[in-house]
Every structure is written in structure tokens, then in C-alpha cells.
């Protein structure tokens, strides 16, 4: 008899869980989005409970789909939205206010203030980051400061703060566990990536208790076991956690120095596996931890675009030039080319490699001619543009060419990104038969804990191509793009003519 896994997702907009079995086919599939809150502008928050409703509801959905009952589950796997953070009581499982997502930009001032005092290039040199509100750190340290009773309860042991994976497994676990792994405690600012621990400096320079911490675990072993969840019979092993882009790199099974993959869902994330050193950046990226397994710890560079599937949303929700997301590639196919319109989509501010939280998002070279299908088609490159700046970082980051870029995520469903992006790389761009590879991620970690997939071999046979696209575009053509592109970018900076 087959046995099979459930992959938990949880993203920033829903949660979806997949059932694979053992040969690596997709058996079923449950997906539940959730409400989003923005309680003024540049906050993003999420309510703890409906999470967690979010993916006891899609797990029911994946075993009706596959037709599999829980009992015949070998394991879990976790993958999560990274720095979105959570504090809660660790007897009760309340949360103590809603989870501060990693879009948020609140703490602005606050990396502003550490930097100012010459804080950052400690951060950097322990952690692989940069001092910026996207991170977990920052994060928690307000809701010590503004949640009434907070600290003192946290430096009691009797708040925790986690990263959502966290969250999850105290709930799956009836409260037993509180842990994470390495991959989601090196997006936090509190951990040094070389040691494999909490940095008891950085947690000074945060004020931040280590009582309140979870234990942090390998990506692939069995951390504990179900217990009392709806839907799920007690006993049934978490064996995987990697946070969702780290995931998706060891989904697309770039498990070699030098694999790069880039994920297209809300954001767009560009990660190079760079072997069992780490990389430091000199060109604006973050390195982190890809995995740890066994006692091997794997590393990557990264580069994150905060705005990418959600500039389509953007599209749809507020200009309204398309009723649906799908909608948006052939609307922008109805022109040849964007004629000189440049979108810059930054909705949130602007990720690596310019860190500029205070940019803002810009439309140029609108004329008497420009159309809604313009629009569309320079948003969709906007997108693109965006990792064109991230590999050009990396490459020189790494001093090795990235030779093909593997895709994942909603927006790689979209051909004419796809190509577009081929063309700005002009280097091949392939696309996997299932484009949820964080999911997959998850599930390859959990399978390799339970014996369930034997190796990483295994894995690889698992993962298999949908289609390539090679770049078609002249050079004069892509330089001419580039050009605009960065003139574009400039006038989106809070501080003009800052590179």
C-alpha cells in the first residue's frame, strides 16, 4: 500500500495542504485563504486563530480530494510565510495580539535608530541580514513593548514568540512543543548562522528574553507527534519545517552550489544554494540558512522583491483593469510591448537589493496612447526587472554565473513573465510540472526523516519539467529595457539619485 505525506503551506494569503504519496505524485489538494488587516498604512497584521482555522479546513479538503485517510499518513511537513511574527501563552495557545506579518513596515524607525548607532554591521556579520522591518527581531521586540504585560510574561517563559511554523506545531502538538528550525530562525535577527544559536548580543540589542525563544531544530527529523486536532489522529509524526522559500529551493531539488530558483507568489524570492560556507553580500542580498541536515548545514544568498503577485492583486483589487488574476497575461499579450511604460511596484517599499522602505511605487512613460493592456504588460515586467536586479547582485555576490534559473509559485504560470524573464536573465528559465514546490519542499524533508523517500536521489527523480524558455530578446533591446528600467527606479526612491 502507498503511504503518503501532507505538506502544510501556509502563506500570507492562505494556507494549502497537499497529499503526496511516496512516488511523488500529488494526490490531493486543499487550499483556504483568510482575512487580511491593515490597521493603517504599512501595517499588515493576521488573526493567529483564523490561520490555524485556515489549515485544519484545507487539511480536511486534501484528504477528501485524495480520497486518503489520515490514519494512512506517515508524516508532516511544514512550510511557512518566514518572519511573520507571533507571541501567545504557552499554556493556553491564546496569542496575545495578531501576528505582525512580514510585509509590516512599523518598525522603520526603529532599524533606522539601530543603524544610526552603528548597529548594523554587527547584525549582518552574526545573522546574514540587514537592519530592515521585514524581519522578525524588530517585530517582536514592539509587540514586547506594546502589548500590555507582554515582556514581563515573556521573560517568565509563559509568552513565547515564534515564527508560524512555530505556532503550528504547538498546535498540532497540543501545546506540546515549542520549536523551530534553523531556516526560519536565521530570518529572525536573534540567531547567528555560523554558531546554530541564539546570540545572546543581538537579543540585548532587541531586548529580548531568551526565555520567550523556541528551541531550534534541523529542517528534516521528527520533532513530535499530532494530538488533538480536528480531523487528524493523535500520533502522526512532524518530521519536516523549512521556512517557504528555503522550501521551494530544496522542492526544485537545487541541492548543487551554484542551483539558484526563484518563487513568484506575493513576493518574488531569488535564492542561490551556496554550499556549507556562507556567503556574505557585498551587493544588497541577505544570506541565510537553506537547510540543515543531519549535522550539515547547507547556506544560500537571497534576494527578496516584496511586491510581485501582489501587483497583479493590485491590478484586480484597486484599478480594477482585470476582474481576475488569470486574466492579467492575456490582456497584457493584446500589445506587443509596454511602449515605453515602466512600473515600479513598490507597493511596500523596496526589498533587496535597495532596502529603501520608504520608496513607493511609480508609473512612467505614460503617454495620450497608453492603455490599460500597457499597464498590465509593464507590471508584469516590473515583476521580472525586479529579479533581473537580484541575479545581477547574486552573481557578483557569489563570483559564479547563475546558469539556469528554476520557477516556482503562482506567477510562473504566467508564460509571458517567463519569457520576459528569460530574456532580461538570457539564461534558460525552467518550469516544474507542479509549481508548488514549497509544498513539495516540505514534503521531500518529512519523507526523508521517515524513510519515506530514501535519499536526495529520490527526491530528483521526483521532480520533473514542465517547460523552458530560452531568451529570445537582442541585447540592444534588453540594455534599452534595463536603462528605463533603472531611470524608473531612481524616481521611486524616497532619496533621488540613490543607487
Known sequence: MLRYLLAIDQGTTGS???????????????????????????????????????????????LSSASVRAEDCAGIGITNQRETTLLWDRKTGRAAHRAIVWQDRRTSARCAELKSAGLEPLFRERTGLVLDPYFSGTKLEWLLDHVDGARAHAERGEWVFGTVDSYLVHRLTGGALHITDVTNASRTLLFDIVRGTWDDELLKHLRVPRAALPEVRSSSEVYGRTRGVEGLPDGIPIAGIAGDQQAALFGQACFETGDAKCTYGTGAFLLMNTGNTPTRSKNGLVTTIAWRIGDKTTYALEGSAFVAGSAVQ???????????????????????????????????????????????????????????????????????????????????????????LRVDGGAAQNNLLMQFQADLLEVPVDRPDNVETTALGAAYLAGLALGVFPDRAAVQRAHTLNRTWAPAMASDERKQ????WRQAVLRARSRHGES
Open 481 to 484: 529595457h534595463m536603462l528605463r
Open 16 to 62: 494549502t495542504v497537499l497529499v503526496m504519496s511516496e512516488d511523488g505524485v500529488v494526490r490531493g489538494r486543499g487550499s483556504r485563504e483568510f482575512p487580511q488587516y491593515f490597521p493603517s498604512p504599512g501595517l499588515v497584521e493576521h488573526e493567529p486563530q483564523e490561520i490555524w482555522t485556515s489549515v485544519t479546513d484545507a487539511l480536511g479538503d486534501a
Open 314 to 404: 493590485w491590478l484586480r483589487d484597486q484599478l480594477k483593469i482585470i476582474r481576475t488574476a488569470d486574466e492579467v497575461e492575456a490582456l497584457a499579450s493584446s500589445v506587443a510591448s509596454s511602449d515605453g511604460v515602466v512600473v515600479v511596484p513598490a507597493l511596500t517599499g523596496l526589498g533587496a537589493p535597495h532596502w529603501d522602505p520608504d520608496a513607493r511605487g511609480l508609473i512612467s512613460g505614460i503617454t495620450r496612447g497608453t492603455s490599460a493592456a500597457h499597464i498590465a504588460r509593464a507590471t508584469l515586467e516590473g515583476i521580472a526587472f525586479q529579479i533581473a536586479d537580484l541575479a545581477a547582485a547574486m552573481v557578483n555576490d557569489a563570483q559564479r554565473p547563475i546558469t539556469r
